[in-house]
């Protein structure tokens, strides 16, 4: 069946350090991907999405390109910020008339 | 537009307690869902519908009721709560239940049950 795998929490970093959190996928057919973010004490929000090979989704300063190849979609950022601290989740919908399927996510803490 | 709005945001029930969680959306979305997460196991589909009148189970519907009689409202029934539906809630929208349509979450809801 469908699934989502992602790198277990958590993740800590300093202000300013590299992020990246590794996100892999089984589907059938070609699924759309999506990175969702939860800031503490409020719902998910989409970060950004990719809906076909090779697409990259990028917003607020992450990026994560779709790799069909490696069936991948790893959430990477440059310089992570205090205010990036949250739980990320991986998701993805394998085909119209089918539900999200999420990864279990990765908490992320940064300190300055 | 407020988005998707969840009412209430925290509760505590007695096991055998009955409740409705509430959820509306202003966005004219067709597509609701509401999803259940506990930690370490994300986020898993309760019941979803495609339009009023129209709902269908998802991963973990058993001790959960849904109706949609509007477009706008989603609530989620809870007939004789238990222990083990101990959770934070979500309800979400999408324009369409298609593979590349965002969903937008509500707040969420967390309940304890006793």
């Known amino acids: 069946g469908n699934s989502v795998t992602q790198m277990e929490g958590p993740v800590t970093l300093s202000e300013e350090a590299f992020l990246t959190i590794n996100c892999t996928y089984t589907?059938?057919?070609?699924?759309?991907l999506f990175w969702y973010v939860q800031y503490p004490g409020e719902g998910l929000q989409l970060l950004l999405k990719?809906?076909?090979?090779?697409d990259k989704g990028s917003n607020k300063g992450f990026e994560a390109t779709y790799r069909k190849e490696t069936t991948s979609f790893h959430l990477e950022k440059g310089s992570v910020q205090v205010s990036d601290s949250a739980v990320y989740f991986c998701?993805?919908?394998?085909?119209?008339?089918?539900?999200?399927?999420f990864g279990k996510g990765t908490t992320l803490s940064v300190s300055s | 537009n407020a988005g998707v709005t969840q009412t209430p945001k925290f509760q505590v029930l007695k096991t055998g307690q009955s409740m409705t969680l509430q959820c509306a959306q202003d966005?004219?979305?067709?597509?609701m869902s509401w999803y259940r997460q506990d930690p370490g196991m994300g986020l898993r589909l309760i019941h979803y519908?495609?339009?009023?009148?129209?709902?269908d189970q998802g991963e973990v519907p058993n001790g959960y009721n849904v109706s949609r009689s509007t477009t706008e409202d989603f609530p989620l029934r809870l007939l004789s709560a238990a222990p083990s539906q101990t959770s934070v809630y979500f309800c979400?929208?999408?324009?369409?239940?298609?593979?590349?349509?965002?969903?937008?979450f509500g707040p969420g809801t967390r309940l304890t049950v006793l």
């Open positions: 998701a993805l919908s394998a085909q119209a008339g089918t539900a999200l399927i």
């Open positions: 990719a809906t076909k090979a090779d």
């Open positions: 519908s495609v339009g009023a009148g129209i709902t």
């Open positions: 966005m004219n979305h067709e597509y």
């Open positions: 589907a059938t057919g070609y699924p759309s």
């Open positions: 979400a929208s999408s324009r369409q239940r298609g593979e590349t349509d965002t969903q937008y």
